[in-house]
């Protein structure tokens, strides 16, 4: 099974480098665009998508109907608030520049941002209650159109999600290939990867042999990962930005709906 980790469309507080994790920032006109051409390319990649999870936030959430509108399957996305962006308290909303300079009120308590810990917390779970099960029930298919999961989040959540998942194999059961092992970013030879708006990271799972040892470390202990790319976004070659700020303007849905770039 291929899995696709993919960051959503461009907002306006991308734009304005401003914080916004939990806050529904609103798409840009050049995101729309990005969405355009990411359903564009799983389309004609032939890319069968049987499960499409997102976050429960506007700006990943439009980036899945995106990419279900020009499915053969007919699919609709699966929304849940596990896959939310990293809470970043009293600093959502600020730019990121001004925040780390800008004091609250000593009456004020500062909100914490979300702890990594959290975010373990229910990527872990999202894993259990979503990911696992549909992996597991496609253990021993062999089709041949190879089937493929959407995971639609955001920057900070996918690298959490991606290091709990990647340790849920045997390290000797993760490959990477030769693109994504020249990467240097990684740590305690774990790669850390990154996604820009649409980017996404492919992976592509299947169950080796049976194991044979008595007890099983993990769940996936007997499954195999090959890294085929990350932040992969080729579909946005030649995606020029529309000049006179129209480009990274608010995305009026009124005058032209989202799903209108999708009819076939």
Not at 15 to 35: E, F, M, P, R
Not at 82 to 94: K, T
Not at 195 to 222: I, K
């Amino acid at each position: 099974m291929k899995i696709y980790l993919i960051r959503h469309a461009e907002t306006v507080h991308n734009v304005g480098q401003a914080w916004a994790g939990t806050t529904d920032s609103a798409l840009t006109n050049h995101g729309v665009l990005q969405i355009q051409r990411l359903a564009t390319h799983f389309c004609s990649a032939a890319v069968k998508f049987e499960h499409v999870f997102v976050s429960d936030l506007t700006r990943a959430v439009l980036t899945a109907e995106g990419i279900c509108n020009t499915s053969t399957s007919g699919i609709l996305p699966i929304v849940t608030p596990l896959l939310r962006e990293q809470h970043f308290g009293s600093r959502e909303g600020l730019r990121i520049h001004a925040s780390t300079t800008t004091a609250s009120p000593p009456t004020v308590e500062p909100e914490p941002t979300e702890s990594e810990a959290s975010m373990r917390t229910r990527a872990n779970k999202f894993l259990e209650e979503y990911l696992f099960p549909v992996l597991l029930s496609h253990s021993g298919d062999h089709t041949e159109v190879e089937p493929a999961l959407a995971i639609v989040a955001h920057g900070i959540i996918l690298r959490v999600l991606w290091n709990c998942l990647v340790h849920a194999f045997s390290p000797e059961n993760v490959s990477y290939s030769p693109e994504v092992a020249t990467l240097s970013t990684t740590t305690g030879g774990v790669l850390i990867p990154f996604w820009s708006n649409t980017g996404f990271m492919e992976l592509s799972v299947h169950r080796s042999l049976p194991t044979t040892s008595a007890e099983v470390e993990s769940l996936l202990s007997d499954w195999t990962m090959k890294i085929l790319s990350v932040d992969n976004k080729n579909h946005l070659r030649d995606l020029r930005r529309t000049r006179g700020g129209i480009g990274s303007s608010q995305h009026d849905s009124k005058q032209r709906s989202i799903e209108s770039f999708f009819k076939r």
